[in-house]
């Protein structure tokens, strides 16, 4: 599997640990899009590139932090195609992958430790959409 990630200054640190453990995983291949340190930069940018690498197909899934990750969830949903589910707990990952076939993850590095941020990416990267149902109501959304 091909996952992008991104940050801004707020989520850097997250990212940073998010990124190590997905390459510690042996399984996937990480695309790392910035930004690179703690310097002030605006989300916008690293949520919409991280969005049209998943939404071209170059990326199969996405991962983004901000602060709060609402932000950066936000501009990632603004391209088509993406459903970037922020979450702040493990379950919440799990649902947002069963219910939601999420193809991105937003998270908050001002919100969560790392230990918690790794659970989530591990419970986003391996938990499977349950179709039926949720299907109906992703199609809705798409228009
Ligand atoms: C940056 O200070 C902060 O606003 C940003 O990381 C994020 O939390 C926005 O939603």
């Keep these: 599997m091909k996952i992008a990630i991104a ?3 707020g989520g850097f640190e997250l990212k940073e640990a998010v990124k190590a453990y997905l390459e510690s995983r042996g399984d996937v291949e990480v695309t790392d899009l910035g930004t690179n340190s703690a310097e002030s930069v605006d989300y916008p940018k ?3 590139a991280c969005a049209e690498a998943v ?3 170059e990326a199969d899934r996405g991962i983004v932090c901000c602060g709060t990750g609402i ?3 936000i501009a990632a949903n ?6 970037c589910g922020l979450c702040t707990n493990v379950e919440m990952a799990e649902l947002t992958r069963k219910h939601n076939n999420a193809n991105m993850l937003a998270m908050g590095g001002r919100i969560i430790d790392e230990e918690t ?3 989530i990416t591990k419970a986003f990267l391996d938990t499977e959409f349950e179709g039926g149902r949720h299907q109906r109501r992703i199609d809705q959304i798409e228009g």
Excluded: E, L, N, P
């Design 71 to 73: 932000g950066i969830s």
């Design 78 to 83: 603004k391209v088509k195609g993406i459903r």
């Design 7 to 9: 940050c801004d200054h």
């Design 46 to 48: 690293y949520g919409r």
């Design 55 to 57: 939404a071209s197909g």
């Design 117 to 119: 941020g790794i659970a």
